[in-house]
C-alpha cells in the first residue's frame, strides 16, 4: 500500500505560479508511475499530468502543456507539479495518485492509490 499527501496548494492571483508536493510512505515509491488529475467544482476529474517510475518520460493534458512540469525525487518519494502561468480555470482540488501500470497511462482507473487533494484557487 502507498499513502499519498498533497502539500503546497493555495491562492494565487493570475499569472502566477505554486508547486504542489506530493509525498508517499513506504519504501516502493519507484516502482510507481505517478500523476496529477484535478477536479473542479461541478466538474468531471481529469488528468493533468504523468511520469515514468524514473521520471524520464513525461506527459501532459493539452490544457496544462507548456505551463505545468511534473518531476519526482525517488529518494524523497515525493513527486512535484510545478505549475505556471496560472489561469482562472486551473481552479481546482488537484489529486496526486499512483499506478502500477506498466504503460503510461491517464486514465483513472488505471491508479491504484490516491491522495486527499490540495486546493488550488487562481483568481483573475
Known amino acids: 500500500q502507498v499513502q499519498l499527501i498533497e502539500s503546497g496548494g493555495g491562492l494565487v492571483q493570475a499569472g502566477g505560479s505554486l508547486r504542489l508536493s506530493c509525498a508517499a510512505s513506504g519504501r516502493t515509491f519507484s516502482t510507481y508511475r505517478m500523476g496529477w488529475f484535478r477536479q473542479a467544482p461541478g466538474k468531471e476529474r481529469e488528468f493533468v499530468a504523468g511520469?515514468?517510475?524514473?521520471?524520464?518520460?513525461?506527459y501532459y493534458a493539452d490544457s496544462v502543456k507548456g505551463r505545468f512540469t511534473i518531476s519526482r525525487d525517488n529518494d524523497k518519494n515525493t513527486v512535484y507539479l510545478q505549475m505556471n502561468s496560472l489561469k482562472p480555470e486551473d481552479t481546482a482540488v488537484y489529486h496526486c495518485a499512483a499506478a502500477q501500470s506498466t504503460v503510461p497511462t491517464r486514465a483513472e482507473y488505471e491508479y491504484d492509490f490516491w491522495g486527499q487533494g490540495a486546493q488550488v484557487t487562481v483568481s483573475s
Open positions: 511520469i515514468s517510475r524514473r521520471g524520464i518520460y513525461t
